[in-house]
């Protein structure tokens, strides 16, 4: 996935918890979409 930038080019754990939580929402609603 190339949507947004690399967590490493931004060095915050804590924006690293909310882009993970972020993808992680994000399968769970499309993986709802295609059941």
């Known amino acids: 996935m190339e949507l947004l930038p690399?967590?490493?080019a931004v060095g915050d754990p804590e924006v690293d918890n909310q882009l993970d939580r972020f993808y992680e929402s994000y399968?769970?609603?499309l993986s709802h979409l295609y059941q």
């Open 27 to 29: 399968r769970k609603s």
């Open 6 to 8: 690399s967590h490493q």
